[in-house]
């Protein structure tokens, strides 16, 4: 069976989401009603993240006791999970003034080692997931778990470090 080359769509988004992010912190807020409060946005986000982050533990779980069917369905809906926490941080991201850190002393350095380490790693971790995925996808076990040792990992991180930047930041939404 002759399977689709995908790094074209696997770069563009990879570059597209971080471009749209960052371009969300330069465009005015528009004055939009949308029939909630947005600001249980950050919430969800970090309820997504903790649910991620427990699903690709029991991923990890599953693949080394063999377990595969459980390890691909853990891993497809971290995916999905990862895909609506990027449709709910762009929507608050783009709805509303951005909010800003209000810690001193060292809890303002922790905060911002997080967070710089969190940003930068988000940005890694798209197509080093969408990879991943393909190649588990396709049947490449030998690529799949060779990328996996490194996507999986810095994944981890990344949903736990959400998880951190929102307790730390939530007084001041």
């Known amino acids: 069976m002759k399977t689709r080359n995908l790094t074209l769509p696997i770069v563009i988004i ?4 971080p471009v749209l992010i960052a371009v969300l912190y330069f465009l005015p807020r528009p004055n939009i009603e949308v029939g909630f409060n947005i600001k249980i946005l950050p919430l969800l986000n970090a309820v997504l993240n903790g649910t ?48 800003h850190y209000g810690g001193t002393g060292v809890w ?3 905060y911002f080692f997080i967070l ?8 890694v971790i798209v197509p080093l997931v969408l990879i991943t995925l393909v190649r588990g996808l396709k049947g490449n076990f030998p690529r799949h778990k060779k990328i ?26």
Do not use: D, K
């Not at 990879?14 to 989401?17: K, L, M, P, T, Y």
């Not at 710089?116 to 940005?123: E, R």
């Open 14 to 17: 990879s570059v597209a989401i």
């Open 52 to 99: 991620t982050t427990v699903l690709l533990l029991a991923s990890f779980y599953f693949i080394r006791r063999g377990l595969r069917r459980a390890h691909e369905v853990c891993n497809l809906t971290a995916v999905g999970l990862s895909v609506l926490f990027l449709l709910s941080y762009v929507t608050y991201h783009a709805l509303s003034e951005q909010a």
């Open 108 to 110: 303002r350095y922790i």
């Open 116 to 123: 710089i380490t969190h940003i930068c790693l988000s940005a």
């Open 148 to 173: 996996a040792r490194y996507t999986w990992p810095l994944w981890l991180y990344v949903t736990v470090t959400g998880v951190l930047v929102y307790v730390m930041m939530s007084p001041y939404y």
